[in-house]
C-alpha cells in the first residue's frame, strides 16, 4: 500500500525558503515518479517539479532556477527546497507518485495514481 506524507508548510516572507518533504511508504524511489503539485484559491493543480527513477527531474517554468527537487532513498522521503519566494507561490502543495514514468506529460495529474493529503504554504509580508 503507497502512502505519502507530505510536511514542511508554512507562512514566510517574500525571499523567503522553505524545505517541504514527502514521507513514502510502498514506492521504490529509485524507481518510481514522485511530482509535486500545488493549488492556488480558485486555480487549477499545477505540477511543479517531479523527480523520476534514478536522475531525471523537471521543473515548470514558473519555479525553475528556485525550486529544488531531490530525494532520500534510504529515508524513503522527496524534498522540495523552495527559495526566493514569491506570493504567486502560494499554494496548497502535494506531492503524487506513479509506477510509471511520464517524459510526455510528467505535469498532469490524471498520471499519478497516489496523493498526499497537501501542506499549505503561504507567501506573504
Known amino acids: 500500500q503507497v502512502q505519502l506524507v507530505e510536511s514542511g508548510g508554512g507562512s514566510v516572507q517574500p525571499g523567503g525558503s522553505l524545505r517541504l518533504s514527502c514521507a513514502t511508504s510502498?514506492?521504490?524511489?529509485?524507481?518510481?515518479?514522485v511530482v509535486w503539485f500545488r493549488q492556488a484559491p480558485g486555480k487549477e493543480r499545477e505540477a511543479v517539479s517531479g523527480i523520476f527513477g534514478l536522475i531525471d527531474s523537471y521543473y515548470s517554468d514558473s519555479v525553475k532556477g528556485r525550486f529544488t527537487i531531490s530525494k532520500d532513498n534510504a529515508k524513503k522521503t522527496v524534498y522540495l527546497q523552495m527559495d526566493s519566494l514569491e506570493p504567486e507561490d502560494t499554494a496548497v502543495y502535494y506531492c503524487?507518485?506513479?509506477?510509471?514514468?511520464?517524459?510526455?506529460?510528467?505535469?498532469?495529474?490524471?498520471?499519478?495514481?497516489?496523493w498526499g493529503q497537501g501542506t499549505q504554504v503561504t507567501v506573504s509580508s
Open positions: 510502498g514506492l521504490t524511489l529509485d524507481r518510481d515518479s
Open positions: 503524487a507518485a506513479s509506477r510509471r514514468f511520464f517524459p510526455v506529460g510528467w505535469d498532469r495529474a490524471d498520471h499519478y495514481d497516489y
